[in-house]
């Protein structure tokens, strides 16, 4: 059976906050908030995953309240979703995703980031596609003040 999840996450920019999207580290003035390293686009892909197996969402899973979080790489939260998914014996078709950040450019880190993906699911590159777009300045992304990542994900069980 093909089943479809979509993810949304949401991170506010902040000063002396390291930039990590996709696990990889962007050089950036502003990093993102959050309890875990704020991965926004990998939290989308991990809501995505938890959507199409019908498994609720990260704040469940990997509640913002439990310090053993605190600062967590959320690419090694992402290898546990793999897990989660292989007990249920679901393979992941494909996944896309979009990052809409007003700066800094995300193109020259977008394979790493599709590898460092891939590694943690166990497939390969060409099941990741991630791209980035701007909103053109407007809204809380335009100002700078956040990004915010969507994720859709096929899977076959
Ligand atoms: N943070 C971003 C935003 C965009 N890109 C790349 O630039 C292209 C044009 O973006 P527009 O928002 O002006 O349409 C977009 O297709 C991306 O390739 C980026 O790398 N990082
Ligand atoms: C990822 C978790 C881990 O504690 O923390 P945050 O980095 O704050 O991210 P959020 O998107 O708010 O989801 C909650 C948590 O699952």
Sequence with gaps: ???IGMGYDVHRLAEDRKLIMGG??????KGLLGHSDADVVVHAIMDALLGAIAAGDIGKHFPDTDEKYKGISSVLLLEHVGYLLEE???VINNIDATI????PKMAPYIDTMRENIAKALKITKEQVNI???TEEGLGFTGREEGIASQAIVLVEQ
């Design 1 to 3: 059976m093909l089943r």
């Design 131 to 133: 791209k980035a777009t």
């Design 100 to 103: 809409i950040a007003q700066c």
């Design 88 to 90: 249920k014996k679901v």
């Design 24 to 29: 990889v580290e962007i050089p950036h003035e």
